[in-house]
């Protein structure tokens, strides 16, 4: 019962490096997306993507790429990571429907130094 | 533009005690939904139960209990008799624009003591 799956679950990067957070999920839910999540400010989305082939940007975008080349998976990528992008991320899918409730990863917690 | 506001940074209270975490929201939207998350120290959301902006019905499971006003535009949890495993951030929630959009709040540190 895997349900959304995040790798890695720690990382440290220096300034200026690039990587990306990995998020799958296995109950076939057309709707993705990621969040972070900092002191005192709660969590703000970044992208998401209602289907394969469809992304849009959330609250706050800048320093983030998404792509989601099938229904399953919807990395998130830093191009060129900053101090101000520690911070602890979760991804989330959940099923059409406005009502539905967001399942949520267990989260990535990035350090860049 | 949407908010959620939680006012209460942190709540401590002594186990057996009552509880309300405040949430009050802002929506232009007619239809809405509204979610209450919890975060333990482990640092999961789990996801405690949500509301449509048309039905104003309270809800009650087992020691939890959540009001919403939508004349008030609040929605409120309350925990009953409190337990230390109730420990946790709580966060509430607004989803908007059709569905793909939820704005949260920036979350409510509960800390039960015995």
């Known amino acids: 019962n895997a349900g959304v799956t995040q790798t890695p679950k720690f990382q440290v990067l220096k300034t200026g490096q690039s990587m990306t957070l990995q998020c799958a999920q296995d109950m076939n839910h057309e709707y993705m997306s990621w969040y972070r999540q900092d002191p005192g400010m709660g969590l703000r989305l970044i992208h998401y993507?209602?289907?394969?082939?469809?992304?849009d940007q959330g609250e706050v975008p800048n320093g983030y790429n998404v792509s989601r080349s099938t229904t399953e998976d919807f990395p998130l990528r830093l191009l060129s990571a900053a101090p101000s992008q520690t911070s602890v991320y979760f991804c989330?899918?959940?099923?059409?429907?406005?009502?539905?409730?967001?399942?949520f990863g267990n989260g990535t917690r990035l350090t860049v130094t | 533009a949407q908010k959620v506001t939680q006012a209460q940074t942190e709540i401590s209270v002594v186990e057996k005690e009552d509880v309300t975490l405040d949430c009050v929201y802002e929506t232009r939207d007619t239809t809405y939904y509204l979610f209450w998350y919890k975060q333990p120290p482990s640092g999961e959301l789990v996801f405690l139960i949500r509301r449509n902006s048309f039905d104003e019905q309270n809800e009650i499971s087992g020691r939890y209990s959540w009001n919403f006003q939508k004349s008030t535009s609040s929605f409120n949890f309350t925990i009953t008799a409190s337990q230390v495993v109730d420990s946790a951030v709580y966060f509430c929630a607004l989803k908007w624009g059709g569905g793909n959009k939820l704005t949260f709040g920036t979350g409510t540190q509960l800390k039960v003591e015995l």
């Open positions: 989330a899918s959940t099923e059409t429907g406005a009502n539905s409730p967001l399942h």
């Open positions: 993507s209602v289907g394969a082939g469809i992304t």
